[in-house]
């Protein structure tokens, strides 16, 4: 299994590092992957909590919820196992000059950009192809730049989307709650 995924990796990060290598895309890519950065994702959400109507208030505490489950888990894994990053390993990658000093298992910016997507698209069903996509765009952005393995970025939608739904079905009313509890 492991040779399986092994193969799988190299190959799909080839065609998307190289093979789909543009020069509009090589600029493309490099300033749309901060839309998953932990700067962009914190200030929008933010954003959405002070600024926001009732309903877009209680969507932006439920994306911080989220949030905060999905990065712990997330650089818990990280940690854990200390996958070393695709440009340390392949040669010749494409790497824009960027260099990273924590580990490649699972991608944060593709787990906080689904995390974030999901979220909204529970509470706002109209947004959810847009939201969904600019996700998507972002963990394809993180293996085109050669930060991450193609697994590396299955594992953070995995891991955004389902911290997303279990905040979202089971834990969001608790929050809800707690927050009540504190006001005056």
Not at 26 to 37: A, L, Y
């Amino acid at each position: 299994m492991r040779n399986i995924l092994k193969s799988f990796d190299e190959k799909f990060i080839l065609l998307i590092n190289e093979r789909m290598k543009t020069k509009f895309l090589d600029r493309f890519m490099v300033k749309f992957t901060n839309f998953g950065s932990a700067v962009f994702i914190s200030v929008f959400t933010f954003i959405i909590i002070i600024f926001g109507n009732e309903d877009w208030r209680n969507t932006g505490i439920q994306a911080a919820t989220t949030l905060a489950i999905s990065q712990s888990i997330t650089y818990g894994l990280k940690s854990l196992l200390g996958r070393e990053r695709p440009y340390n390993i392949l040669k010749n990658l494409n790497t824009f000059g960027i260099v990273l000093k924590d580990y490649s298992f699972p991608s944060g910016h593709t787990s906080a950009s689904f995390s974030l997507a999901t979220t909204i698209a529970l509470n706002k069903p109209v947004l959810s192809v847009l939201v969904l996509t600019i996700a998507l765009i972002v963990g394809i952005s993180r293996v085109y730049l050669g930060v991450h393995y193609p697994t590396d970025v299955v594992a953070g939608m995995v891991l955004g989307v389902g911290s997303a739904v279990l905040v979202h079905l089971y834990i969001f009313s608790y929050v809800v709650r707690f927050i009540n509890s504190l006001a005056i």
